[in-house]
């Protein structure tokens, strides 16, 4: 199974919607960067605010401190993931 044809984990989702939001982005270009359809950008958006991963403000979603640090914290375990192949 190739890379674009194996499904996405949910952390990989999760981590794209986070790292697309970092700049602040409408709905419908996070959804087209991070290759949701609308009803998967509907539940993640909904989980990530939820959590406080991500806020939305006049219609732009923005990653919170806290979302920043889970991006941080996410790219040093696969760091030290491929470090240890």
Same mark, same amino acid.
Request: proline share 0%; with cysteine; charged share 30%.
């Given at each position: *199974?190739?890379?674009?044809?194996?499904?996405? $984990?949910?952390?990989?989702? !999760? *981590?794209?919607?986070?790292?697309?939001? @970092? +700049?602040? #982005?409408? @709905? %419908?270009? *996070?959804?087209? @960067?991070?290759?949701?359809?609308?009803?998967?950008? #509907?539940?993640?958006? %909904?989980?990530?605010?939820?959590?406080?991963? !991500?806020? #939305?403000?006049?219609?732009?979603?923005?990653? %919170?401190? @806290?979302?920043?640090?889970? !991006? #941080? $914290?996410? +790219? !040093?375990?696969?760091?030290?993931?491929?470090? $240890?192949?």
């Amino acid at each position: *199974m190739t890379a674009q044809t194996r499904r996405r $984990a949910r952390h990989d989702i !999760i *981590m794209r919607v986070l790292e697309v939001a @970092k +700049s602040g #982005e409408r @709905k %419908t270009n *996070m959804m087209l @960067k991070a290759r949701l359809n609308f009803d998967m950008a #509907e539940r993640y958006l %909904t989980a990530l605010n939820q959590a406080g991963l !991500i806020t #939305e403000e006049l219609g732009v979603w923005r990653t %919170t401190e @806290k979302g920043l640090h889970v !991006i #941080e $914290a996410c +790219s !040093i375990c696969r760091f030290l993931a491929e470090e $240890a192949k």
